[in-house]
């Protein structure tokens, strides 16, 4: 197409869905600007529905395994301390005051991921990405060593040396600075950036930002929470957060609460077990009028009057659960004859349906056998499962990275040496070896990554060995030996890039599996002790009597169904982005 006399070509774009001729393309119609092979990869893997729905799903599960202990926390936001006559004497927050490091460290981690990814700074995004990954290791590192010596220092088994280090009010200061300065050391020597005095600020920000964070939040747990039973008395007056529930607090007589009950569910329980008791229609759980669960919905209530026991049955109940109830005993009872004198009470129903007016926070997914809410061990336990499968297939992936370097760069008797090794660990059954060091060693998540990590490395290193033996002839390999590179040279940066694709494919099968790993040990009771968890959850659905409890089946479930789906979905996409053969009928 022309305009005028002067012969000025005018080039058309053609929609991606328009098919264009080779002629066509030499002309300039229909020509895309080239793109590099992540970034068209990328774009590939998102325009697939389930990898995009997948993507999305792990960024809500990640965004709670992040944030989950400022959004369900049984520690107030706010705590006032009243004096005598009600005067506020002081105010401090109880939520921030008992996080962990962990938990300081992945909040102030987020901001700076964001902020890196997302500010327009002058250094590349992927040297930026770089950084953040060698620092954020380096933290990590840092906290875990921390609460390893300090677990050491605090075991029964400690010696008396150990005991006397541990009083000295100076032991936090001397063991964190040890230990980041111990870890930080060889951080200096990981050539992330090119100049060793450029690594210099990152690594002591990470080191700084770590050590602050194992500082602020040394503390012991405390072992009870007691703070509605304090606001019920009139000692203080609190802020909560959207779910006032820890995942390890809870109540044995609120165990196997269904889905949006209240802390007052226990008191109508008693109740109207003892109602029925007093009418002679046998126990609510037995006569088969009175459900399992009785609620002030039931059609039975409404025909049951008020009966001369219920005054001290309720103050029983009210005195037995005083640290769920939102004000003390003695006002409830009064506030009850008082209503009962005003004639507002007609049945049993409405005695049963203001108790349940009273509780505020809903157990909106029900409890479970021990009487902890389910919604907030949900949330914490995000943590664990996204922790466990990028930390131990990271683990697996630098070892088998470096296997796999090896032999297909030498092949020859290294090559079949170290298949050997490779033959030996894919004969392991990872499962058995971790329900085999669950029994003898310490049952905390560190142990469980480490063990998967050093087992699952075998198909990172097979595929690694393949592309290597198929690189080693190329001509920048045979350039980058002739001008004398040192080895590690040759197969990090120059061989590793082009041949790293089908380890990130296989990675993301691998975390899905390891994150199954993790709920298997868990459902049999093998997994991290005292952390919330999806499999531990569901091992509750069949309680101890053998009744099954849905909602602790459905949701832990649906958890990690959609969990190891999204893995797996993202994993198809990313493998048909980079397939050459799919490639080529693409074109």
């Not at 770590?210 to 009870?224: C, K």
């Not at 509780?359 to 909106?364: E, Y």
């Amino acid at each position: 197409m022309t305009t005028g006399d002067n012969n000025q070509k005018v080039v058309r774009a053609v929609g991606p869905a328009e098919a264009v001729t080779g002629v066509q393309l030499m002309q300039g119609i229909g020509h895309q600007p080239a793109q590099g092979f992540w970034t068209e990869a990328w774009a590939r893997v998102v325009r697939r529905p389930g990898a995009l729905l997948g993507l999305c799903w792990l960024a809500i599960v990640v965004f709670f395994a992040v944030f989950a202990p400022f959004i369900a926390s049984g520690h107030p936001i706010l705590l006032w301390e009243l004096g005598p006559e009600g005067s506020v004497q002081r105010v401090h927050s109880p939520m921030f005051d008992h996080l962990g490091p962990t938990d300081a460290l992945l909040a102030l981690g987020a901001v700076a991921w964001g902020a890196a990814l997302l500010l327009p700074l002058p250094a590349p995004r992927s040297k930026r990405l770089g950084v953040l990954f060698v620092c954020s290791l380096q933290a990590a590192l840092i906290v875990a060593a921390c609460a390893g010596v300090r677990a050491a220092f605090q075991s029964a088994d400690a010696p008396d040396w150990m005991r006397s280090m541990r009083a000295d009010s100076s032991f936090r200061w001397v063991c964190t600075g040890v230990v980041t300065f111990l870890v930080s050391l060889p951080v200096l020597f990981i050539p992330f950036l090119e100049a060793l005095v450029s690594r210099l600020l990152p690594v002591a920000c990470a080191a700084l930002v770590a050590g602050l964070s194992v500082l602020l939040t040394w503390h012991d747990p405390i072992p009870s929470f007691t703070y509605r039973a304090r606001e019920a008395c009139g000692e203080i007056r609190t802020l909560h957060t959207l779910i006032p529930y820890s995942p390890g607090q809870g109540s044995t007589s609120l165990d196997l609460q269904p889905p949006r009950s209240t802390p007052m569910s226990a008191i109508i329980d008693g109740l109207a077990q003892d109602l029925a008791r007093e009418l002679g229609v046998g126990g609510f759980r037995d006569d088969p009028r009175w459900q399992v669960r009785t609620r002030p919905t039931d059609p039975l209530l409404a025909e049951t009057p008020l009966t001369e026991g219920l005054a001290p049955s309720l103050g029983v109940h009210l005195r037995t659960n005083a640290g769920l109830l939102p004000r003390s005993p003695a006002e409830l009872l009064a506030e009850f004859e008082s209503r009962r004198d005003r004639g507002e009470f007609q049945s049993a129903r409405d005695v049963l349906t203001w108790l349940e007016s009273l509780g505020r926070a809903k157990f909106w997914l029900g409890t479970d056998s021990i009487g902890q809410d389910v919604l907030s061990q949900m949330l914490h336990a995000c943590r664990l499962s996204i922790s466990i499968g990028l930390v131990s297939t990271g683990i697996a992936v630098l070892i088998g990275v470096t296997m796999g370097a090896l032999m297909g760069y030498f092949g020859g008797w290294v090559d079949m040496l170290l298949y050997r090794v490779v033959e030996v660990f894919m004969a392991i059954p990872v499962l058995f070896l971790l329900i085999v060091a669950a029994a003898v060693l310490p049952r905390n998540t560190y142990v469980m990554m480490v063990i998967i990590g050093c087992v699952s490395w075998t198909g990172a290193a097979r595929f690694i060995r393949a592309e290597f033996y198929k690189l080693r002839g190329q001509d920048f390999v045979q350039s980058a030996r002739a001008v004398g590179l040192p080895l590690r040279s040759i197969l990090f940066k120059h061989m590793l890039p082009n041949g790293v694709t089908p380890v990130l494919v296989d990675a993301s099968f691998a975390i899905a599996a390891a994150i199954l790993a993790e709920a298997i040990l868990s459902f049999l009771g093998l997994g991290p002790a005292n952390q919330a968890s999806w499999g531990r959850l569901l091992s509750d659905a069949n309680n101890q009597v053998g009744d099954f409890v849905p909602w602790l089946a459905l949701f832990p479930g649906a958890a990690i169904f959609f969990t190891v789906l999204a893995y797996n979905l993202i994993g198809e996409a990313l493998r048909d982005a980079i397939d050459p053969k799919l490639k080529k009928a693409r074109v």
